[in-house]
């Protein structure tokens, strides 16, 4: 398993090569802490260094809203994704 930092794994997650992720508790001092682990499309398994939980939860649910979002665009039409706006860009040449 890789250490990667958390915006890294946001990156390949809005890029579309997270296919899942959790968060996992750590440390049991006095301040609470957690890692993002993910597992990518190719298999590999990364994740974060034990990090403030509130910082790291952050990057979880930014994770888990791309994977949602790829998820809805992959489902959709390709059609309904290309179609042309109707705008009548003819007025801004005036």
Not at 22 to 41: H, M, Q, T, W
């Amino acid at each position: 398993m890789s250490y990667s930092h958390p915006l890294d794994i946001e990156g390949l997650a809005l890029n579309g090569f997270v296919r899942e992720a959790e968060l996992v508790n750590c440390g049991n001092g006095s301040a609470k802490k957690a890692k993002l682990r993910v597992k990518l499309i190719d298999g590999r398994l990364l994740e974060t260094e034990c990090l403030p939980y509130e910082r790291i939860a952050r990057s979880y649910l930014v994770v888990v809203k791309y994977l949602e979002l790829g998820r809805a665009i992959s489902s959709r039409d390709i059609g309904e994704l290309t179609k042309i706006s109707e705008f009548d860009y003819s007025q801004d040449e005036a």
